[in-house]
């Protein structure tokens, strides 16, 4: 038996796109650490957080390729990270109020 596949879609993206976002990985990380050494007060952690958040995403939807699966895995990640969000959330609620 032959499989004869003549729908040929594209899983992956391109050398350039790859490469530039590990380029923008590098400069988030590097905000990062940046950030870790000037005082921003109360806001130094909220800031923390959403540059690792948004460098998760870039590492979930181009080099895990979740951008080019089936919209179930979508949903499991974003019900998952609903579920994350809310535990950070409640132990921030327990640290906030000891």
């Known amino acids: 038996?032959?499989?004869?596949?003549t729908s040929t879609e594209k899983h992956g993206s391109s050398y350039t796109t790859l490469v530039l976002v590990w380029v923008g990985l590098l400069a988030l990380t590097s905000i990062t650490v940046t950030?870790?050494?000037i005082s921003?007060?109360?806001?130094t952690l909220f800031v923390a957080l959403l540059i690792a958040a948004?460098?998760?995403?870039?590492?979930?939807?181009?080099f895990m390729h979740i951008k080019f699966e089936e919209p179930i895995f979508k949903v499991f990640i974003?019900?998952?990270?609903?579920?994350?969000?809310i535990i950070f959330l409640l132990?921030?609620?327990d640290y906030i109020y000891r």
């Open 1 to 5: 038996m032959e499989h004869n596949n």
């Open 78 to 85: 974003a019900v998952s990270g609903i579920t994350l969000f």
């Open 54 to 62: 948004i460098k998760s995403g870039f590492v979930i939807n181009i």
């Open 35 to 37: 950030v870790a050494g």
């Open 91 to 93: 132990t921030f609620f």
């Open 40 to 43: 921003l007060g109360q806001y």
